[in-house]
């Protein structure tokens, strides 16, 4: 009698328990899915972007600071991912997704004022243009 009145009392926090339950099932049933070769490059392009987030928030010189940073959030978003991913491999996609981010940081000026939160202003950028790219963000 007691279960059954502790049940009725909490019968939501259940329901919502239940559900992220299944979502999470969902989740990995649907990753487990997708090929090998697709749920690498899914993990690369979150790293891609983890690795994006992470210089954001922490700037220069803080890279094994980082490294843990993305190492957590890949953590978060790829829990069964990171049971099977050995350290070696884990170094080489997070090399990857560096080299990566360079050279997109190089190429792209809208993602390096995003990254070092700044703002690039032409000579061909008349006042409207950067008056919208600062309202913007670029």
Known sequence: MEILQKLIENWLIFVIAFILVLLTVYAILRFLKLTPKQQLNKVRTALLYMVTEAEKELKSKTGRVKRSMVWEWLVERFPIITLFITEEKYDELLDQA????????????????????????????????????SVEGA
């Open 98 to 133: 560096l080299a990566e981010f360079k050279k997109m940081l190089e190429n792209n000026e809208s993602l390096y004022d995003y990254v070092h939160n700044t703002l690039t202003v032409s000579e061909t950028d008349t006042a409207e243009d950067i008056i919208r790219k």
